[in-house]
């Protein structure tokens, strides 16, 4: 029978939280919450500093990879200076190189002098810093809190990076909007007073020891021997590598999408970071919203189109419903056989059948000649379909369905205005497509008058 103490939840709650007893440990957690979060604001602003400078894609990337080329090449040689020396003593040094770049970087930004090589520079300096910095904090854990709650401790720091990737992008949203870029380089650089501090404040009596490895040949050959050798270490490395080498692009796509898919500004490139962020910290599997139909699957896309309007006021659902059908049936066009007049022969076909002029029943002329069809149903003029986007050519699917002015305009504000993914090109496209169809629309419409 379980007893009153096994039932009791606070244990485990104990357990949660047990590295944050320990007193250096706790100040370093404290010092890192507030540090990754300046480093995390930094990363939003520099990139939105790129965009403003460039406004180019590759450049954003080339600042990523000239950050992390360092650590792709270097990585191991930090970790045996880590093993070397002192690791508090290596991290004040880290610190303060990262906070001395920040200042020169917001320095630059604040005077009006920043250009895009000097992004470069500073961005692979401090990919260098993280050379060293990276290798020194994770080894750093084991020295503060020991081999029975460094679990503990390292899902902790996990907690934090993950609130960090929220709250820097955040603030610094909303910075870039109201001040600008510049503060963003000089709070995070003021970030790492945090772990300065926590550093100056850790007692070194209760560090866990932690002997230095000595100096000696082949010392970086012998781990990456070992690493290659133990499959523990080597499949979760070699699965790393791939998940960093295809799925890690989001520093560069996410601004790419803010500025240029959905015409937003730093705000937006900050929000889009922050949901990466919480679906990291939320349990369970978000629910993805299903995939638009194929541009040729008629009924659907008229189906799916969302809350039609005119002149800014939505349509009635019995409109709605009026206006769909006659699209469709416009689009579709007739599928039977064509009707034969009352009284006419098996091998005598209709006026219209032939192909002959159309009288009028009140004055007996033929005012339509045989070679113009009816209201809605004039030729569009020429797109060259191959070379506009999925998007942009499923939105002239639906103009082309226009069979009246209001279809017209619906189509256009729904499936054109509102479609932040189609090239500003196709747009121009589609605005000319759109202008002569209405002309052959309302000229039918005079003819028929």
């Known amino acids: 029978m379980a007893s009153i103490r096994d039932l009791n939840p606070r244990p485990t709650l104990g357990r949660m939280f047990s590295s944050l007893r320990i007193p250096n440990y706790r100040r370093y957690f404290g010092g890192q919450a507030i540090s990754l979060s300046g480093t995390w ?27 992390f080329l360092p650590v792709l090449l270097f ?12 690791k508090r003593r290596i991290l004040y040094a880290t610190q303060i190189s990262a906070a001395l770049l920040a200042v020169a970087l917001g320095t630059l930004v604040a005077t009006g002098l920043v250009e895009v090589w000097m992004v470069f520079v500073i961005a692979s300096m401090l990919g260098f810093v993280t050379v060293v910095d990276n ?3 994770q080894t750093f854990l084991h020295q503060m809190v020991g081999p029975e709650n460094l679990p503990n401790a390292v899902s902790l720091n996990s907690v934090v990076i993950s609130a960090a990737r929220v709250v820097g992008p955040g603030l610094a949203g909303t910075l870039i909007l109201t001040v600008g870029l510049a503060p963003c380089f000089f709070i995070n650089a003021a970030s790492y007073l945090a772990v300065l501090f926590a550093l100056h404040r850790m007692d ?3 560090f866990y020891p932690q002997p230095r490895q000595p100096r000696r040949k082949g010392q970086l050959r012998e781990g990456l021997r070992y690493v290659w050798a133990t499959p523990a270490v080597r499949v979760p490395l070699l699965m790393m590598a791939i998940v960093g080498t295809l799925a890690y692009e989001f520093q560069v796509v996410l601004p790419l999408l803010a500025r240029f898919t959905f015409d937003g500004d730093a705000r937006q490139a900050a929000m889009l970071r922050q949901r990466d962020a919480i679906s990291a910290l939320l349990p369970g599997e978000p629910e993805l919203p299903a995939l638009p139909p194929p541009p040729d699957d008629r009924h659907d896309e008229i189906r799916d189109a969302a809350d039609p309007t005119l002149n800014g006021k939505p349509l009635t659902p019995p409109d709605r419903a009026a206006v769909e059908a006659e699209v469709v049936s416009h689009t579709e066009g007739p599928q039977d056989e064509p009707q034969r007049e009352p009284g006419a022969d098996e091998g005598e076909l209709t006026t219209e059948q032939k192909g002959g002029e159309t009288p009028d029943p009140g004055t007996g002329k033929e005012p339509f000649p045989a070679e113009e069809k009816p209201r809605g149903s004039e030729k569009p003029p020429p797109v060259a379909e191959k070379q506009l986007s999925g998007a942009a050519q499923s939105a002239l699917f639906l103009l082309k369905g226009a069979a009246t002015p209001i279809e017209l305009e619906i189509a256009w504000k729904e499936q054109v205005i509102k479609n932040k993914t189609i090239p500003a090109a196709d747009k121009v496209e589609l605005q000319k497509f759109k202008d002569e169809k209405l002309k052959a629309l309302q000229g039918g419409d005079r003819r028929t008058a």
């Open 41 to 67: 604001m930094q990363g939003v602003a520099q990139a939105w500093l790129v965009l403003d400078l460039t406004g180019s894609g590759t450049a954003l990337g080339l600042v990523s990879s000239l950050q």
């Open 75 to 86: 990585g191991p040689l930090g970790g045996v200076i880590a093993d070397r020396f002192d």
């Open 204 to 206: 070194p009596e209760q």
């Open 135 to 137: 290798p020194t904090r």
